[in-house]
Each structure stands twice: as structure tokens, then as C-alpha cells.
């Protein structure tokens, strides 16, 4: 019997689920989780290319200010986001910011508002095959630092306000009852989404950087539905954060 080592498998090659080849990409990649995004990151670059698209993982590359990025989208969740950062280190990428939505938790998040993460309560599945539960889902500290600034930066003026705290990454989306999300809003946390817990432990557990700036698309503390009408708002908020991704990867050379 030959048992199949996955980390051994695959390296130097096309990879499996994203279909990308090391060469394709840059070492910084953009991470929406809607693959319908990431054409959104594609506005902002110059010389684009259109690289791959299979199942949820959808890959465009181009150039901000002289810098090459990529832009991937991971689906939705922990699996498919813990696979495209695997399969994206190995064909390159060596730093990861994710630019998606996510719910407010707290007074006075809005939807469009800026959130930038400084850590994860890992609730999900995934990262507990990766690690000890006690193991912390944390972002790089100067990609954190670095987004909180510019977001405020590029907010001035505005009516976007940036809120910076820990979120939590949960599994079951429609099994966030009332009573999650009351405790969730006591312990302090900010807000909450699907992929920042598994990006931070892989990343860590494989040497990589990696931070998230995500837009307000509700808040379930203020009764803003996710189904409000409030589509010009989180474009808004969307366009923001990416731009200030952006920034951030020029900013730091990554």
C-alpha cells in the first residue's frame, strides 16, 4: 500500500482546483470570495489577463502603480478558501489580503463601512484538521497596521467609517441564530464571515502574510437585513476596500 502525501503532491505543476501554473501569478493576491468580485478588482488594474476559472476559484492578474497582483476568488467558507491558499502558495503567492463582506456586530457598523480584521474566532471546521483549537487565527501584524491606516486615509471626508477589531469565522451561515450572535456582540467582536480563520492558520502554518479589509454588507445587532436595499452602498464599500488592498500591497512591497 502507497499512501498519498498531499503536501508533496502537486508542487511545480498546474494546480488541481485553481487551475494555475506557477509563472501565472504574482506574489500578492487579492481574495474575494465571490467570483463575480473579482472582474471588480480587474477595474482598478492596467495590462489584465484573464487566467483561470474553474468551479468557485476564479483568477485575473494585471498591474496597480507598477505592481503585479492577482486577484482569486475562494468561494464561499473555510474548505475552498483553505485550498486556494494552498494551491496559490504553490505556484507563488506569497502574501494574501482578503477583500469580501461581512456582517457588523456592533452599534453603529453600517452597511459600505470598512472592517479591518486584527484577528479570528476560529468557529469552523477546517482549521481544527490544521491545528490545536487554542491556536490563534491572527493576520500579520504590519499588513493590519497598514490597512487600518490607509483605509482611514482613503475614507476621509467620506461618510464610510473604518472600524478595526476581532471577527469571527463561522461554517453554518443560516445557523447564526439570535443567540450566536447575542454572544458573539457581548464578547466584543466586530463582525462576522466564512474564510478569514482558515486564510490566517494556513498562512502562519506555511510561512505566508496575510490580512482582511472587508465592507459592511449588514448588521445583525441593528436589524440592518442582509436583504436591505443596499446595493449602491456595499459596491461603495467594496470599491474602498479593494482600492485600499491595493495601496497596502504597493505600500509594503508585497
Not at 467558507?77 to 456582517?103: D, H, K, M, N
Request: with cysteine; charged share 20%.
Amino acid at each position: 500500500m502507497t499512501v498519498v502525501d498531499k503536501n508533496s503532491e502537486g508542487q511545480g505543476v498546474r494546480q488541481y482546483h485553481i487551475g494555475i501554473a506557477p509563472g501565472e501569478v504574482s506574489s500578492v493576491a487579492l481574495l474575494p470570495g465571490d467570483p463575480f468580485r473579482v472582474p471588480m478588482i480587474a477595474e482598478f488594474l492596467t495590462d489584465v489577463k484573464d487566467i483561470a476559472h474553474q468551479r468557485e476559484h476564479r483568477t485575473m492578474t494585471g498591474y496597480y502603480k507598477g505592481k503585479h497582483i492577482t486577484a482569486t476568488s475562494t468561494g464561499m467558507g473555510c474548505p475552498s478558501t483553505a485550498i486556494a491558499v494552498e494551491e496559490l502558495a504553490r505556484v507563488g503567492v506569497t502574501s494574501f489580503i482578503r477583500v469580501g463582506s461581512s456582517a457588523g456586530l456592533q452599534a453603529g457598523i453600517e452597511p459600505g463601512d470598512l472592517l479591518v480584521s486584527e484577528g479570528t474566532l476560529r468557529n469552523d471546521g477546517t482549521t481544527a484538521a490544521y491545528a490545536h483549537h487554542g491556536f490563534p487565527a491572527v493576520p500579520d501584524l504590519k499588513i493590519a497596521v497598514e490597512l487600518h491606516r490607509i483605509a482611514l486615509e482613503l475614507s476621509a471626508g467620506s461618510s464610510t467609517k473604518v472600524f478595526s477589531g476581532i471577527n469571527a469565522s463561522d461554517d453554518a451561515f443560516y445557523a447564526e441564530g439570535p443567540e450566536w450572535i447575542s454572544e458573539l456582540n457581548r464578547l466584543g467582536i466586530l463582525n462576522v464571515e466564512m474564510e478569514s480563520s482558515a486564510l490566517y492558520v494556513v498562512a502562519r502554518l506555511r510561512g505566508l502574510r496575510a490580512g482582511m479589509i472587508c465592507a459592511a454588507s449588514s448588521n445583525l445587532v441593528d436589524g440592518a437585513s442582509l436583504y436591505s436595499d443596499k446595493n449602491a452602498a456595499m459596491k461603495e464599500g467594496w470599491m474602498r476596500s479593494i482600492e485600499v488592498a491595493l495601496e497596502t500591497a504597493v505600500s509594503l512591497d508585497l
